[in-house]
């Protein structure tokens, strides 16, 4: 099966957010072959690029230590997780570390659910909804967590998602996506052909850096808007960007 080929010619410039593009698995009638073995290959991928076992030790490690000492249970929700690799791996890592671990992972397309379940041993309860579901239900979590979600949202939908991961969130929020750049785009291109064949991992992957921020553009756009006091964009890898709140201390409520 061939990927679809388009917008990925290195020529474009990639100076500015190109935030109207749009990613093949975006389109609901997209082909359900390539999108499973796309959100299949992501832990794949994200095992390789994402940073998360840094992050995980720099942000979350420290909180497993408080939870310890408290109740022994740390609460993680992942937003848009995809095929849940990361929720996943975190609530692994959490558990190694010696806490009961709640993790719960969200996402609107069931497509993708199908995929984190079928992947799941049990680590994770995977829904479908939106975040705001959860605030309606009252829900809250040490952590929340995103990962390559901030790149496909438009200015409401980061609006929204910031706004409710802070609601939701007793502590900590980690929203971890790509840090657009020529090398990152050029590293991309090149290091995802033994895995793209049969998915959208190539056209999508190249489109999601494509659409997402360099770390001083987006500390800019938030900078701009009182409503985004108190985020931080931190660099947690070559690449990658991290944007973190830790508004409040575990246990306020
Ligand atoms: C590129 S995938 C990333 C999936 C997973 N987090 C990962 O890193 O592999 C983006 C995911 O975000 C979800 N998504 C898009 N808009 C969203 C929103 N407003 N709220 C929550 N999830 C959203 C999509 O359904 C999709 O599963």
């Known amino acids: 099966m061939t990927e679809p080929r388009s917008t990925d010619a290195p020529a474009r410039s990639l100076s500015r957010r190109d935030a109207d593009l749009r990613e093949l698995m975006d389109d609901p009638a997209c082909d359900p072959a390539l999108l499973r073995r796309t959100l299949e290959r992501f832990a794949i991928v994200n095992r390789l690029i994402s940073g998360w076992g840094s992050v995980y030790r720099r ?25 849940g690799d990361v929720l996943r791996r975190l609530a692994r890592l959490a558990r190694a570390d010696g806490v009961e671990v709640v993790a719960v992972g969200i996402d609107p397309d069931e497509r993708a659910l199908e995929v984190a379940r079928a992947a799941s041993t049990g680590e994770a309860e995977y829904r479908q909804a939106y975040s705001s579901e959860l605030i309606g239900e009252g829900r809250r979590f040490d952590v929340v967590i995103s990962n390559h979600v901030l790149h496909h949202l438009g200015d409401d939908g980061l609006r ?64 701009a808007d009182p409503a985004y006091a108190g985020w931080r964009v931190e660099r947690p890898a070559p690449f990658r960007l991290l944007l973190t709140s830790s508004a409040e201390p575990r246990g306020a409520s």
């Open 160 to 223: 929204t998602v910031l706004g409710d991961s802070r609601a939701l969130s007793r502590g900590l929020v980690l929203h971890s996506d790509i840090a657009r750049s020529r090398t990152a785009f050029a590293a991309y291109a090149a290091a995802i052909t033994p895995l793209a064949p049969g998915s959208f991992l190539r056209t999508d992957g190249l489109r999601s850096i494509r659409r997402s921020w360099t770390p001083s553009e987006l500390t800019r756009h938030l900078a």
């Open 59 to 83: 942000h979350v490690r420290p909180l497993t230590r408080t939870a310890a000492r408290a109740d022994g249970s740390l609460s993680v929700l992942d937003i848009g997780c995809g095929g």
